[in-house]
């Protein structure tokens, strides 16, 4: 299946200088795979000419006037940029010109435009923002992660039947296994919503294995993991900071004198395996899910290596054909409620 | 000023076989202290006969006959073993007879017994956990930890208002900064309860930071964290959960073959110290603050060097008067209220 991805090529703390060597790595893995380039045309040409990547078969640019800034308000972005990169890269998603598109810009302003744009699919009320996050032994999906601050049990539900579809799309898993976030793995524990939304998810078809707690998430306790989007904000970058703070407490001391430099030297190789298997930006790119077209963000500080990583994530989802994924298991699954709703009258 | 520790011998996944070698290291230290061990008194003897303590001079045990399980229901324990070792610890603060207790034993119960045995001090409405964490520059304190999964703005406000004399009383700190939990450092961010709470904060006599995100924990932005107790227990248990998969990876990845193994060698005291750093043992003892009395919850499944870290803090607490600090505390800014409140007439 051949995808395109529309590249909103003005986004992110670094811009076409980060965007435009993604896409063309992109193009370079992929032989039959389109990019589009949405932006200001002059800078793409300039880091075009720079890469000396002169082939327009598979690359197209698509102009545009105006750009959506990092702090700006997704009001202003919504009314005020119609031109902007951003909002123009999920247009070619909404009338499919792209099969996916990605943006590196500000998640609030990407949110509100995709929202407005693309809609929520039928039996999805509000999208979620999904990541997949490093564990003992693979990987694990997680959302919300920072879209809905307040959540009822029915969202919550969503998500986890959103979550399930993702990891069945892209890791081909039959029935993933789904924790929902909670502060205790007993049934009594935590605050209403959560406790209602064990009941919903016990009742559905989803492989629900249970609560799960914080320290679970890591262990790959279940494939996804379920929260609302305050909680699973504050445990992303709770993770962030506690890996970041080792790093650094490592490099500190290896770099303390000529013997525990020596030390860093002989230990090199566990060291850079060590750095691989928790580099973030293999893990960039976080799914907007519930939406009617495939929207990846990229991290803000992406390099062009995570860039590429949200760009691979995006072509997987459109390959993956998630959002027939995800329709047809909200329809089958408000035809089941509906269908016990009847036989309760 | 001296001081005399009640301590549940019986609490914890280990029992007497943990608590009593803490205790007589505790003793050890601090030659002006006293320790009541309470407890079945047969596994208390058995187990100081194994150290070959035999001074009483300091060391008093307090014979109780029942046990609270682990996994008992708080309800059972507080209605139902009126004579267990940790209610009776409570008893022995309640009564003046010890300045402070610790115990290992089940959360749950012991929160609720400590809430109905003590009562909470005036101006506040629940007792919240706080406990410290490691940052890149030191430590910071954080609550709620799991008391609280419900909180009102109010709520958080006393979190912030306990949690900043608790820094005050252990680190001698004359304002410390208090950080919100929110998912952006922006005004505009977070539910409505949070932002509720930082205009209380702001208003207050606090030395109120503003917002802080789940990786600022770690940088050290502020001496003391504010968040509910869901989001509290997730974050805490995330980072335990990060931090435990990171030293995994680094001892699988030394433990490879015989070039990894003598990486290690050479890098021992650098993997020491960093062990060390992050040693969750010496953070032992969450503190249970807001009640009239000091009770300190060391972890159930705490060795004996972690359950003297939270003797320690126990103490601390009850040697910095943390009590009469806290109740001056409100006092002050309920005092502070009313002015305000009667000026607005």
């Known amino acids: 299946m051949d995808i395109t991805i529309a590249i909103d090529a003005m986004g992110g703390d670094h811009g076409t200088r980060v965007t435009v060597p993604a896409a063309v790595a992109y193009l370079k893995k992929h032989p039959d795979d389109t990019v589009v380039l949405v932006g200001l045309p002059d800078a793409i040409e300039a880091e075009l000419s720079k890469l000396g990547f002169a082939d327009r078969t598979r690359l197209r640019i698509h102009a545009t006037t105006e750009v959506v800034g990092m702090d700006e308000s997704p009001q202003s972005a919504l009314r005020g940029k119609k031109d902007s990169s951003m909002r123009v890269s999920i247009n070619l998603v909404k009338n499919g010109e792209a099969s996916a598109c990605v943006s590196a810009g500000n998640t609030g302003a990407l949110m509100a435009t995709a929202r407005y744009v693309l809609k929520t699919l039928p039996g999805i009320d509000r999208p979620a923002i999904a990541s997949f996050l490093p564990t003992v032994n693979g990987q694990v999906c997680m959302l919300d992660l920072g879209a809905n601050v307040d959540c009822t049990a029915e969202h919550l539900l969503q998500f986890a039947l959103m979550g399930s579809t993702l990891v069945s799309a ?89 013997f525990t430099k020596l030390g860093a030297l002989v230990s ?59 329709s047809e298991h909200v329809e089958k699954w408000h035809h089941a409620r509906q269908q016990t709703a009847g036989e309760a009258l």
Chains 1, 2 share one sequence.
Request: aromatic share 8%.
């Open 170 to 258: 892209l890791e081909h898993k039959e029935q993933p296994t789904v924790g929902l976030l909670n502060i205790g793995s007993e049934d009594i524990k935590g605050n209403e919503v959560v406790k209602q939304a064990a009941e919903l998810l016990q009742a559905s078809d989803l492989n629900f294995y249970g609560n799960v707690e914080g320290d679970d998430i890591f262990k790959g306790v279940t494939d996804v993991v379920v929260c609302d989007g305050f909680v699973g904000n504050v445990a992303l970058k709770t993770a962030e900071g506690v890996a970041k703070m080792m790093g650094g407490f490592l490099k500190e001391g290896f770099s303390q004198n000529w």
């Open 268 to 326: 090199m190789p566990v060291l850079k395996a060590f750095k691989h298997r928790l580099d973030h930006r293999r893990y960039n790119g976080a799914s907007f899910l519930g939406l009617k077209g495939i929207v990846v963000k990229s991290h803000g500080s992406a390099d062009s290596f995570a860039y590429l990583c949200a760009i691979e994530r995006a072509a997987e989802e459109a390959r993956g054909g998630m959002l027939n994924h995800i």
